[in-house]
């Protein structure tokens, strides 16, 4: 290959086409981002109105990534059943320990995929919002709406990652691709836009994306934009088996209720997810 050329994406006819969404509670907040794998891919960034809006996009996905849980935990169900019923509650308990490190996470707060991400990331301080006791349960029931809605009355999508949505987690799929900045990313602090420039250009040079200025001036300025991009290439990766998905009995049961975070493979570089066909 000459030096500065791009080998053809996956031959696919049409070209697989991805959406991430950077799901809020409130829908000026939300990102849709929507890459079209061609042999040059071309990234849109699309309209969050409303919900309308997001399914329209789903719509014309071969698979969404979506930047929100799609389930509570289990422990936490329980906890909630046993309390409005008056029975014995549960014991509060947590996972097993990091190897080598601290505790894992509660079981009341966070699932089982929120644990496993956080250990397999090493993540650190860095630990995900919890579901159960943090405003991000307004984004979950958002979520789940939209997917009972884009199911159609037909069968309910599938909350692994195995139908045409799947979970996803920008910050942690960052540090998987070896592009986490070293100050946050989020937000308007005064490092923030710089730290999500140098994303930008980390994703551009590593999937050799062309991308518009408007698309790169957007995600410079919004980590909303950014996060839905991210989520769009996260989602290529979940289907062109590139990310980590339930081994064990124990998580391929967990993952079917409480969703599966679907983190890329740090072996394959962004490169690869591009091509899409792993070596």
């Known amino acids: 290959m000459i030096t500065g050329e791009w080998p053809e994406t996956a031959a696919t006819d049409p070209p697989m086409v991805t959406v991430g969404i950077d799901l809020a509670g409130y829908s000026r907040v939300t990102g849709v981002c929507r890459v079209t794998w061609a042999e040059q891919p071309v990234v849109e960034l699309l309209s969050a109105r409303n919900d309308e809006d997001l399914l329209e996009a789903m719509r014309t996905a071969d698979k969404t990534g979506l930047d929100s849980p799609v389930g509570w935990p289990v422990a936490f169900t329980s906890l909630l059943a046993a309390h409005q019923a008056g029975t014995k509650l549960p014991v509060r308990s947590r996972y097993m ?6 505790d894992g996470l509660g079981t009341f707060t966070h699932r089982l995929t929120d644990d496993l991400a956080w250990k397999r990331t090493g993540a650190g301080k860095q630990r995900p919002l919890s579901v159960a006791a943090d405003k991000l349960g307004i984004v979950a029931m958002r979520a789940v709406d939209l997917l009972e809605r884009l199911a159609e009355a037909g069968p309910a999508i599938p909350r692994d990652g195995s139908g045409p949505v799947v979970e996803v987690y920008p910050a942690f799929a960052l540090i998987q691709w070896g592009l986490a900045s070293k100050v946050s990313y989020k937000g308007s602090t005064p490092g923030a836009p710089a730290a999500r420039a140098e994303i930008v250009a980390g994703l ?39 990310t980590h998905w339930p081994t064990t009995e124990e998580e391929h049961a967990m993952a079917a209720v409480e969703g599966w975070i679907h983190l890329p493979r740090r072996s394959l570089p962004l490169a690869v997810v591009r091509d899409g066909v792993a070596p």
Request: proline content about 7%.
């Open 204 to 242: 551009a040079d590593g999937l050799g994306l062309d991308l518009s200025e408007c698309v790169r001036d957007r995600c410079t300025r919004s980590d909303h934009d950014l996060d839905a991009l991210i989520s769009a290439v996260v989602a290529r990766a979940a289907a062109c088996g590139m």
């Open 97 to 102: 320990p990091h190897p080598g490190g601290p």
